[in-house]
């Protein structure tokens, strides 16, 4: 059996500032600890019940943030910016199982840590099909595209909800309760892998009853942006259709394309935030 890990950082227990997910910052080195062992909690329950392949695309910020000696499992790493598939870069029909682990809430969801979604400085709220979705929704287009089941989820309380709609199947593990943006109680992190590797086992053991995620086509993704001049910039791209000054949509019955489509809109409207 074959997993695919598309992991992020702001989900791990411990983690409530962007000082501590930022290479750079003095925290960086003990939240990046952290992520590695959740990660590999998630890879060892796995491997207690017959997985023998695990991809890992590490989709947070610059997209270095794990080590590839310090994985389990012999895991494939995916590292580095600028990946035409982002946080799904990797995965393919040969998978047998999707898992999103240290996820987080999407922009504008209540008490949900370091919440936002693909990007804080010029995203305020994306929709699919008229439904608000954060990163796992959008990537979860992927996952329909290459039709393979998504069948773990770890993060808070937050991440947890927004999954119920996409994977309503999947293994969903809460290893802190968010109680605002920057804010959190934290389930020690010992016993925080506990659960994930306990999660992940079981998830891989009911991979026979998990379903893809299922999308009514065409799939119309909506995105209100900050201002109205990343719209307008966002209409540069073909097939791109401006509803409202900060509001874009797109459509299409290919998800991969859908998906590609987001990511180019992400990247070319970081040009315009001011960092």
Same mark, same amino acid.
């Given at each position: 059996?074959?997993? #695919?890990?598309?992991?992020?950082?702001?989900?791990?227990?411990?983690?409530?500032?962007?000082?501590?997910?930022?290479?750079?910052?003095?925290?960086?080195?003990?939240?990046?600890?952290?992520?590695?062992?959740?990660?590999?909690?998630?890879? &060892?329950?796995?491997? %207690?019940?017959? @997985?023998?392949?695990?991809?890992?695309?590490?989709?947070?910020?610059?997209?270095?943030?794990?080590?590839?000696?310090?994985?389990?499992?012999?895991?494939?790493? !995916?590292?580095? *910016?600028?990946?035409?598939?982002?946080?799904?870069?990797?995965?393919?029909?040969?998978?047998?199982?999707?898992? #999103?682990?240290?996820?987080?809430?999407?922009?504008?969801?209540?008490?949900?840590?370091?919440?936002?979604?693909?990007?804080?400085?010029?995203?305020?709220?994306?929709?699919?099909?008229?439904?608000?979705?954060?990163?796992?929704?959008?990537?979860?287009?992927?996952?329909?595209?290459?039709? @393979?089941?998504?069948?773990?989820?770890?993060?808070?309380?937050?991440?947890? *909800?927004? &999954?119920?709609?996409?994977?309503?199947?999947? %293994?969903?593990? !809460?290893?802190?309760?968010?109680?605002?943006?920057?804010? &959190?109680?934290?389930?020690?992190?010992?016993?925080?892998? %506990?659960?994930?590797?306990?999660?992940?086992?079981?998830?891989?053991?009911?991979?026979?009853?998990?379903?893809?995620?299922?999308?009514?086509?065409?799939?119309?993704?909506?995105?209100?942006?900050?201002?109205?001049?990343?719209?307008?910039?966002?209409?540069? !791209?073909?097939?791109?259709?401006?509803?409202?000054?900060?509001?874009?949509?797109?459509?299409?019955?290919?998800?991969?394309?859908?998906?590609?489509?987001?990511?180019?809109?992400?990247?070319?409207?970081?040009?315009?935030?001011?960092?």
């Amino acid at each position: 059996m074959k997993l #695919f890990l598309s992991t992020d950082f702001e989900g791990t227990s411990g983690i409530v500032a962007w000082e501590q997910i930022i290479e750079g910052n003095a925290e960086y080195e003990q939240g990046r600890r952290l992520l590695t062992n959740e990660v590999n909690a998630v890879i &060892a329950g796995a491997l %207690e019940v017959g @997985v023998t392949d695990f991809v890992v695309n590490d989709a947070h910020h610059a997209m270095r943030n794990l080590h590839p000696q310090d994985l389990l499992g012999r895991a494939t790493l !995916i590292t580095g *910016r600028h990946k035409p598939f982002y946080m799904m870069e990797g995965l393919d029909a040969s998978f047998d199982g999707i898992c #999103f682990v240290s996820y987080h809430g999407s922009i504008g969801a209540e008490h949900a840590i370091l919440s936002h979604t693909y990007n804080p400085g010029a995203i305020w709220e994306v929709r699919i099909n008229g439904e608000i979705v954060g990163e796992s929704g959008i990537n979860a287009l992927v996952a329909a595209h290459y039709q @393979v089941p998504i069948i773990f989820i770890s993060g808070d309380e937050a991440t947890a *909800r927004e &999954a119920g709609t996409i994977a309503p199947q999947a %293994e969903k593990i !809460i290893v802190k309760q968010s109680l605002g943006r920057f804010a &959190a109680a934290h389930v020690h992190p010992e016993v925080a892998c %506990e659960l994930l590797q306990v999660g992940a086992r079981r998830a891989v053991e009911q991979l026979s009853k998990m379903r893809y995620p299922d999308f009514t086509l065409p799939v119309e993704l909506e995105i209100t942006f900050q201002v109205a001049d990343m719209a307008e910039m966002a209409t540069w !791209i073909r097939g791109v259709e401006r509803s409202a000054p900060r509001t874009v949509k797109i459509a299409s019955s290919n998800l991969l394309d859908l998906y590609r489509t987001f990511v180019i809109l992400v990247t070319l409207t970081r040009s315009l935030v001011d960092r």
